[in-house]
C-alpha cells in the first residue's frame, strides 16, 4: 500500500486512503478504486497505453529536518526544544517587529516594584545578541558583565527603549561603594568611598565624645556639639540620599561603564574571537579578591581598635 499513498484515482479523483480496495491496471501500472475501475470497465489512462507511458507514483513529500531552527539566530535545535541552546529563544514564537525587532513576546518588560523580570533562561536578557547598543554588542555586554547578566541586560534594553535612565538596584543601595567596587567601577567607588567618609565625620566625632563624657574621659561637652550633631543629621540625611541615586542609576552608571570599557577593548588587535572574549571576560565581570582583602582588613582594623574602645 506505501507505494499508493497520497495517489488518487484517476477515475474519482479522491486520495486513497490506507484500506482501499484498489485495483491496479495491469498495462500501466495505474491503481484505481475497484469500484471506479468496475463502473468504468477499463483503465482511465488508457490513452497512455497507445504512447507507452506507465503510471509513476506521487513524489514523497519532504520529510521534515529533525532540527528546528531558531527564527532569531538561525541556531539549530532538538525537536522537542522549548528554548534555543544558543539565544534562549522561546522556540515556536515570534519576535515583535517593534523598533530593531529584537524582544520576543516571552521577553516583554513586566512592571515589577523591583524592576524587569529578566526572561528565564536566556543569558541575553530578551534582547537579539547581534544587536548594537552604542556600537557594542549586546553578545559582547554579556560577556563582559557575566554573572547575573540577563537582570542587567534586561535593564539597559529597557532604559534604551524607554530613554529614561532609572532603575531599581538595591545593591548598589545597600552596599554602595563596595558594590561600585566588586563590578570593577574602581574610580567611582573611590570616589564614593571619600564622599562618605567625609559624610561621617561629624557622626563619629559626636559619638567619640559622647563616649567620652559617658566614661569620664571628658567632664562636659565642647561647646560645638550641638553644632556638631546638627550637622551629623544633616550629612546623615546627604549620604541617605546618595544611596538613593545609587539605587536609581546604578544600573546607567554600570551600563555607560561597561559600554566605554568594551569600545576601548575593541580597538585593540586580537588574534582570534577566542582572544578577545578572554580580554572582555578579564576586564569585565566581578572581583571577589579586592572585597575578601578589605573585609579582612576591616576585622584587623576592628581587632586593633578594640582596646581602646575597652579604656
Same mark, same amino acid.
Request: with cysteine; glycine share 8%; proline share 6%.
Given at each position: 500500500?506505501?507505494?499508493?499513498?497520497?495517489?488518487?484515482?484517476?477515475?474519482?479523483?479522491?486520495?486513497?486512503?490506507?484500506?482501499?480496495?484498489?485495483?491496479?491496471?495491469?498495462?500501466?501500472?495505474?491503481?484505481?478504486?475497484?469500484?471506479?475501475?468496475?463502473?468504468?470497465?477499463?483503465?482511465?489512462?488508457?490513452?497512455?497505453?497507445?504512447?507507452?507511458?506507465?503510471?509513476?507514483?506521487?513524489?514523497?513529500?519532504?520529510?521534515?529536518?529533525?532540527?528546528?531552527?531558531?527564527?532569531?539566530?538561525?541556531?539549530?535545535?532538538?525537536?522537542?526544544?522549548?528554548?534555543?541552546?544558543?539565544?534562549?529563544?522561546?522556540?515556536?514564537?515570534?519576535?515583535?517587529?517593534?523598533?530593531?525587532?529584537?524582544?520576543?513576546?516571552?521577553?516583554?518588560?513586566?512592571?515589577?516594584?523591583?524592576?524587569?523580570?529578566?526572561?528565564?533562561?536566556?543569558?541575553?536578557?530578551?534582547?537579539?545578541?547581534?544587536?548594537?547598543?552604542?556600537?557594542?554588542?549586546?553578545?559582547?555586554?554579556?560577556?563582559?558583565?557575566?554573572?547575573?547578566?540577563?537582570?542587567?541586560?534586561?535593564?539597559?534594553?529597557?532604559?534604551?527603549?524607554?530613554?529614561?535612565?532609572?532603575?531599581?538596584?538595591?545593591?548598589?543601595?545597600?552596599?554602595?561603594?563596595?558594590?561600585?567596587?566588586?563590578?570593577?567601577?574602581?574610580?567611582?567607588?573611590?570616589?564614593?568611598?571619600?564622599?562618605?567618609?567625609? $559624610?561621617?565625620?561629624?557622626?563619629?566625632?559626636?559619638?567619640?565624645?559622647?563616649?567620652?563624657?559617658?566614661?569620664?574621659? $571628658?567632664?562636659?561637652?565642647?561647646?560645638?556639639?550641638?553644632?556638631?550633631?546638627?550637622?551629623?543629621?544633616?550629612?546623615?540625611?546627604?549620604?541617605?540620599?546618595?544611596?538613593?541615586?545609587?539605587?536609581?542609576?546604578?544600573?546607567?552608571?554600570?551600563?555607560?561603564?561597561?559600554?566605554?570599557?568594551?569600545?576601548?577593548?575593541?580597538?585593540?588587535?586580537?588574534?582570534?574571537?577566542?582572544?578577545?572574549?578572554?580580554?572582555?571576560?578579564?576586564?569585565?565581570?566581578?572581583?571577589?579578591?579586592?572585597?575578601?582583602?578589605?573585609?579582612?582588613?576591616?576585622?584587623?582594623?576592628?581587632?586593633?581598635?578594640?582596646?581602646?574602645?575597652?579604656?
Amino acid at each position: 500500500m506505501n507505494k499508493y499513498m497520497n495517489a488518487t484515482c484517476p477515475v474519482c479523483g479522491k486520495t486513497f486512503s490506507e484500506k482501499e480496495d484498489i485495483v491496479v491496471c495491469p498495462d500501466c501500472g495505474a491503481p484505481h478504486h475497484r469500484e471506479c475501475y468496475q463502473q468504468l470497465g477499463h483503465c482511465a489512462l488508457i490513452k497512455n497505453h497507445q504512447l507507452g507511458i506507465n503510471w509513476e507514483p506521487p513524489a514523497a513529500p519532504e520529510a521534515e529536518s529533525e532540527a528546528v531552527k531558531c527564527p532569531r539566530c538561525g541556531a539549530d535545535n532538538p525537536p522537542d526544544g522549548i528554548f534555543c541552546s544558543n539565544c534562549g529563544l522561546r522556540l515556536g514564537g515570534q519576535e515583535q517587529q517593534s523598533g530593531a525587532g529584537n524582544i520576543p513576546p516571552y521577553a516583554q518588560q513586566r512592571p515589577s516594584f523591583f524592576g524587569s523580570v529578566p526572561p528565564y533562561g536566556d543569558p541575553y536578557g530578551g534582547a537579539n545578541p547581534d544587536l548594537e547598543m552604542d556600537s557594542v554588542k549586546v553578545r559582547d555586554l554579556s560577556q563582559f558583565v557575566g554573572g547575573n547578566a540577563a537582570y542587567f541586560l534586561t535593564n539597559f534594553s529597557r532604559m534604551k527603549q524607554s530613554g529614561r535612565p532609572i532603575s531599581f538596584n538595591f545593591s548598589a543601595f545597600f552596599f554602595g561603594w563596595k558594590y561600585l567596587l566588586y563590578r570593577k567601577m574602581y574610580g567611582l567607588s573611590l570616589l564614593v568611598f571619600v564622599v562618605n567618609t567625609l $559624610l561621617s565625620l561629624p557622626a563619629a566625632i559626636c559619638l567619640y565624645e559622647d563616649l567620652s563624657v559617658a566614661s569620664g574621659l $571628658l567632664a562636659n561637652y565642647s561647646a560645638g556639639f550641638e553644632t556638631l550633631l546638627f550637622a551629623a543629621q544633616i550629612c546623615s540625611i546627604v549620604s541617605t540620599m546618595l544611596s538613593m541615586a545609587l539605587c536609581l542609576f546604578g544600573n546607567w552608571i554600570y551600563y555607560r561603564h561597561c559600554i566605554r570599557k568594551i569600545q576601548k577593548i575593541q580597538k585593540k588587535p586580537y588574534v582570534s574571537a577566542q582572544e578577545y572574549s578572554a580580554v572582555l571576560a578579564k576586564k569585565g565581570r566581578t572581583n571577589l579578591f579586592v572585597i575578601g582583602f578589605l573585609m579582612m582588613l576591616y576585622v584587623v582594623f576592628c581587632m586593633m581598635m578594640v582596646p581602646y574602645f575597652m579604656v
